[in-house]
């Protein structure tokens, strides 16, 4: 079949469900992971043609997405702070406004400063092994409670080719950690079961809710327990930074304020919502 054809009939099967740019996007994603075609192919060559045994998987992957799986799922795959990265059911799909959150942590770490950096949560641990491949003098650990989610971390920091320690714990429960660290980090849940009416069917139906959701009545519940692990395990001067829901930025800045950081900053994200909280300790 014709390369052409087919894209006329992912528009015509998906451009109900989603924007056409967005259906665009998609069909040159999905001719570049499987058939290896850059998306200036069809104006280099229109007469393109698919191979039969080609042609299945490129309509598999219009039935997914019919049925709302995100692209990433479908690819295996996403791409963060210029890496790529194995992603499945187990973990949440890398945000932009992630990037933003590592991003800061790079503009005020010294590239040549040894430092020992936790990410709390790291889920496919794209920031954990986002700041090991940009600071060459940092000790990395990532934490979760999710073996699944760690077994993706630990592909991914292989595939990356760096080196990230990685631990198994709820800290909910205050893992006993012995390491001290310069930078803790997270990105815990915090979408309170309120606002699952803003989000879109494919996240809910799709993203892990163990990395999303909290309670109404205790929306704060990660936050509390990581600022109270921080107090005891980050070094003379450490930093504590957090992605943040865009409805509680005063009320998580408390949290820190409570427990004597200082030069707390609260940002917004490229959306213009509160989105990233910094908090250092004096000891």
């Known amino acids: 079949m014709l390369l052409r054809e087919i894209k006329k009939i992912y528009h ?3 451009d109900a469900i989603y924007p056409v740019e967005e259906v665009n996007s998609f069909f040159y994603m999905t001719i570049e992971h499987y058939l290896g075609l850059q998306r200036f192919i069809l104006a280099m060559q229109p007469d393109y043609v698919v191979a039969k045994e080609e042609e299945a998987s490129l309509f598999l992957t219009i039935n997914l997405l019919k049925k709302q799986v995100p692209i990433q799922y479908i690819l295996g795959t996403a791409h ?3 890496l790529d990265f194995n992603v499945s059911s187990n973990v949440l799909i890398p945000r932009p406004e992630t990037e933003e959150l590592v991003s800061w942590i790079l503009s005020e770490t010294p590239l040549d400063r040894e430092v020992n950096i936790l990410d709390i949560g790291t889920g496919s641990g794209c920031i954990a092994i986002s700041l090991a491949k940009n600071l060459p003098n ?3 650990f990532a934490l979760d409670v999710s073996k699944d989610a760690l077994l993706v971390a630990k592909k991914n920091a292989d595939n990356n080719g760096v080196l990230v320690t990685f631990l198994e714990h709820n800290i909910l429960q205050e893992p006993n ?3 001290k660290f ?3 980090v997270s990105n815990p849940p915090y979408v309170r079961e309120l606002e699952k009416k803003e989000m879109t069917a494919n996240v809910l139906k799709n993203e892990p809710s163990l990395a999303l959701f909290v309670s109404d009545k205790e929306p704060l519940t990660f936050y509390n327990a990581i600022t109270n692990f921080a107090v005891k395990h980050l070094n003379e001067n450490g930093k504590l930074y957090f992605e943040i ?3 509680l930025g ?3 800045q408390e949290v820190l304020e409570k427990q004597d950081f200082v030069t707390i ?3 917004k994200d490229m959306f213009g919502n509160d989105r990233m909280l910094r908090g250092q300790l004096i000891k």
């Open 12 to 14: 015509t099967e998906l």
């Open 80 to 82: 963060f702070m210029g």
């Open 138 to 140: 940092a000790k990395v």
């Open 177 to 179: 950690l012995q390491q």
């Open 182 to 184: 310069d930078i803790i």
């Open 245 to 247: 829901n865009q409805y």
């Open 250 to 252: 005063g009320e998580t």
């Open 265 to 267: 900053e609260l940002r």
